[in-house]
């Protein structure tokens, strides 16, 4: 975005507003601290009314109560946890030929609670549903990049369906190989950086051939 007010400001507004009605899913990267990234989280998690499902998969990351806007235990919010299956995993070194995360039991417990509020609710409404996972990086631990981007395309399309916005960390640097792989996958990439006091924010929107300026995070 440029100048307040500008054209490419207007476009970039009427495409936000477009993903909200379309649904949408959002790869987060950035090398910054794990606090960074779950205040972020509760601003793309909505204050409004929602629907919340969040997974937490790295051993490192902040407890849901800092990702989320509401508590935890909210009757419209679902944590699905996996931290101790990846502790469990490490510790009995086996990292090195599997995942320390099982994509396939997440994928089913994303799509249950899914499933669940969609039936409880009798639908979803356009943004209602907001998705996030605190690490896909941990996901492609000891495995290939085909099989990772086949569980993200499958989960992305679900979301999709029932017009939510899911949002996904890859808590590495923007220019890893990983993010350039997985990218395409995504209607945007927001990546963070951290510099003393300040956390900042800026998006690559490849529908619009565009990356706006740097804006601290809100």
């Known amino acids: ?51 919340r499902v969040l997974a937490l998969t790295n051993p490192t990351a902040s407890d849901a109560n ?11 919010t679902s944590i699905i946890d996996r931290r101790t299956e990846y502790r469990a995993t490490k510790s009995n070194g086996k990292t090195d030929s599997a995942p320390g995360v099982s994509r396939e039991s997440l994928r089913s417990e994303l799509i249950s609670a899914i499933s669940q509020y969609d039936d409880q609710n009798g639908g979803f409404s356009p943004a209602e549903l907001r998705l996030g996972i605190d690490s896909i990086e941990v996901l492609s ?8 981007s086949q569980f993200l395309r499958g989960l992305t399309a679900i979301v999709r369906g029932v017009r939510g916005m899911a949002h996904y960390h890859l808590r590495v640097a923007d220019d890893d190989p990983l993010v350039e792989e997985l990218s395409p996958l995504f209607d945007a990439r927001i990546e963070l950086r951290k510099r003393p006091g300040l956390a900042e924010q800026r998006w690559h929107v490849p529908d619009l051939r565009e990356t706006t300026h740097w804006v ?3």
């Open 1 to 51: 975005m440029s100048g307040e007010g500008s054209a490419q400001d207007v476009q970039f507004t009427e495409w936000l507003a477009g993903l909200k009605t379309s649904g949408s899913n959002l790869l987060v990267t950035g090398d910054v601290p794990k606090e960074t990234s779950a205040t972020f989280s509760r601003t793309l998690f909505g204050q409004e009314q929602r629907t």
């Open 66 to 76: 800092s990702h989320l806007p509401v508590e935890p235990d909210s009757s419209d």
């Open 141 to 148: 631990e000891g495995d290939d990049i085909v099989s990772l």
């Open 216 to 218: 601290k995070l809100s």
